[in-house]
C-alpha cells in the first residue's frame, strides 16, 4: 500500500515572514500528521525559516528546484548540498513552468534527478501535456517521452525514491481539472511506463501525485483513483485551511 504525498509548492509567493505565518499555521493542524507525507516547498529564501518552523514535526521541506553541479560559477543557482543542509528532503525538478518559462529540457530534468538521488533528495519529476497536445491525442506520447527520457539511466534501486507529479498543463493555475478518470487513466499509463523500464514491483512502489488546480472540493475524488498517491498543490497550498482540508482528504 503506497502512503499519500501531499506536497505544497508556493512558487514565488510568500515573504520570509509570511512563510513564516503559513508555514505555523499549517504546523498546528498537521504537525502530528502520519497517515500521509506533508510537503512543503517555500522559495529559497524562506526554506531556512520554514525548516526550523517544521522542526521536531512530521512535516518535509522540499525546494522548487536545484542545480546539477555541486557547485561553481553559476550565478543564481542552488545545489543538492545546500538544500540537504537546510534538512530538505524533496525537490521539485521539471515543473511546467520551469520547461515552459525557462526552457528546461527532460535532459536538463534527467541531469537534476540524478544530482538529487546522489545528495540523498527525493525528486518530484513532473510531466504533463499541454491543452493543444491532449487536443491531438498526443498526452501519452508526451508524457511517456518525458518520463523516459527524464528518468533516463537511472536505476530500479534509485527510481523507487523517486515521485512522479502528472501536471497536465492546461490544468495548472486555471480553472480546469483533469476529470479524476482523465487522472486516472493517465497515472495509470505512467505506472504501465515505470513497469516498462523497471518491473512491476518498483512500479507499484512508487509513487504517482496529480497537479493541476487540486482543492478541497475536488480532493477526495481525485486521491480516491486507485493509481493516485498524493498531489503537488500549487495555488491552494498558500491558504493553510484549503492544505489541511487536502491532507486530510487523502
Not at 514565488?12 to 515572514?17: A, E, G, I, Q
Not at 497517515?35 to 524562506?46: K, N, Q, S, T, W
Not at 507529479?165 to 504501465?192: C, L, N
Request: glycine share 6%; charged share 25%.
Amino acid at each position: 500500500m503506497r502512503k499519500k504525498i501531499v506536497a505544497g509548492n508556493w512558487k514565488m509567493n510568500k515573504t520570509v515572514s509570511e512563510a513564516k505565518h503559513l508555514a505555523e499555521a499549517i504546523k498546528n493542524d498537521l504537525a502530528e500528521c502520519r497517515e500521509v507525507d506533508v510537503v512543503l516547498c517555500p522559495p529559497f529564501i524562506a526554506l531556512k525559516t520554514v525548516s526550523e518552523m517544521i522542526e521536531g514535526t512530521h512535516i518535509d521541506l522540499g525546494a522548487q528546484n536545484m542545480h546539477w553541479e555541486k557547485s561553481g560559477a553559476y550565478t543564481g543557482e542552488i545545489s543538492a548540498e545546500m538544500l540537504r543542509a537546510l534538512y530538505c528532503h524533496y525537490v521539485i525538478l521539471g515543473h511546467s513552468e520551469r520547461r515552459a518559462y525557462f526552457h528546461e529540457t527532460d535532459e536538463v530534468v534527467n541531469k537534476k534527478t540524478k544530482a538529487a538521488l546522489a545528495a540523498h533528495l527525493r525528486p518530484i519529476v513532473c510531466v504533463g501535456e499541454t491543452l493543444e497536445q491532449r487536443e491531438h491525442n498526443e498526452t501519452e506520447h508526451v508524457v511517456e517521452t518525458q518520463i523516459r527520457n527524464s528518468l533516463a539511466h537511472i536505476g530500479p534501486e534509485q527510481l523507487v525514491d523517486t515521485i512522479i507529479a502528472y501536471e497536465p498543463v492546461w490544468a495548472i493555475g486555471t480553472r480546469h481539472t483533469a476529470t479524476p478518470d482523465q487522472a486516472q487513466k493517465v497515472h495509470a499509463f505512467i505506472r504501465k511506463i515505470l513497469t516498462q523500464m523497471a518491473d512491476e514491483h518498483i512500479a507499484q512502489t512508487i509513487r504517482i501525485q496529480y497537479g493541476g488546480s487540486m482543492k478541497p472540493s475536488n480532493a477526495k475524488d481525485l486521491l480516491g483513483q486507485p493509481d493516485i498517491d498524493g498531489g503537488l498543490i500549487g495555488g491552494a497550498s498558500l491558504d493553510p485551511i484549503s492544505f489541511v482540508e487536502i491532507v486530510q482528504a487523502s
